[in-house]
């Protein structure tokens, strides 16, 4: 009698024993969400944060910008970030791609008080969903 476990982040059905398999919706709780939140560096939980504040304020559902836009907005926000860590946490672990040109774009820039401005910009940015970041 042997028993198999293989659990693996980026597969949706989990095997756990003998051909048994279940669907990781069936253990997902609003604590399990909570730990794995938990488990994500500053720097991310930080900028899903800023972000999210930014969509609820402009009431939008998507925000663009560029590496050198957001890094001011952490430094309002009393959080030191440099463009490489920036980078990776777009990169990597929200996998965003820039856009393939340099196009038009709104950003937003902190105006005091706890309000953003809108601004247009020109350059390669990316764009987050407010879904991708509640989805964190």
């Not at 048994?20 to 939140?37: S, Y």
């Not at 836009?69 to 929200?94: G, H, M, N, Y």
Request: one cysteine or more; aromatic letters at 8%; charged letters at 25%.
């Amino acid at each position: 009698m042997s028993t198999k476990i293989q659990l693996s982040f980026g597969v949706r059905q989990y095997a756990i024993a003998d051909g048994c398999t279940f669907a990781p919706k069936l253990i997902d709780t609003e604590a399990l969400r909570k730990i794995i939140r938990s488990n994500r560096n500053r720097l991310e939980i930080e900028m899903a944060d800023l972000l999210l504040d930014i969509m609820a304020k402009m009431e939008v559902e998507t925000v663009s910008f560029c590496l050198h836009d957001i890094i001011p907005l952490l430094l309002c926000s009393q959080v030191k970030a440099e463009k490489p860590q920036v980078r990776k946490v777009v990169q990597e672990c929200w996998k965003l791609s820039p856009a393939p040109n340099g196009l038009t774009y709104t950003t937003y820039m902190y105006g005091g008080e706890g309000r953003y401005q809108p601004r247009k910009g020109v350059g390669r940015y990316y764009t987050v969903t407010k879904e991708l970041l509640e989805s964190l």
